[in-house]
């Protein structure tokens, strides 16, 4: 598994209403499901580690997104318009994105994890074999 995996991974295993679990037998790459009282992650096993960290990113986007509506939800009982309606779920993918993209830069970064470790300077310049 890819370090940066690794990190997110672990990242979610800190937050006590969320489970990640793979799986092998589902059509997409991976979805976020609410049973239980908690919040659970299905990724497939069956793609590579590249395709795992962008879902996984994405997926944690869309919990953390869910959880923001939920408190909002509990403070305010308002009734929406449904053009309203598709202004706040626009803005709240929208949301997703931005908050996706500052959680994947940040676990690269390694402010959420371990440090950041860079490769030996003794490069070819090449392409990178392994």
């Not at 370090?3 to 037998?25: G, M, T």
């Not at 589902?26 to 990724?43: K, N, V």
Request: aromatic share 8%; charged share 30%.
């Amino acid at each position: 598994m890819s370090v940066l995996l690794d990190r997110l991974y672990s990242f979610a295993e800190k937050r006590p209403d969320l489970e990640i679990h793979q799986a092998q037998n589902i059509d997409c790459w991976g979805f976020l499901l609410y049973r239980d009282g908690a919040y659970q992650i299905h990724i497939n096993a069956s793609v590579r580690d590249f395709r795992k960290t962008m879902i996984l990113v994405e997926v944690l986007g869309e919990y953390a997104r869910r959880r923001r509506q939920d408190r909002a939800r509990a403070l305010a009982g308002e009734d929406l318009s449904n053009r309203e309606m598709i202004v706040r779920e626009m803005m709240d993918r929208a949301w997703v994105v931005r908050f996706s993209k500052k959680l994947l830069y940040l676990v690269r970064r390694g402010l959420h994890g371990a440090n950041v470790r860079r490769p030996k300077e003794n490069r070819t310049g090449g392409v990178r074999v392994s």
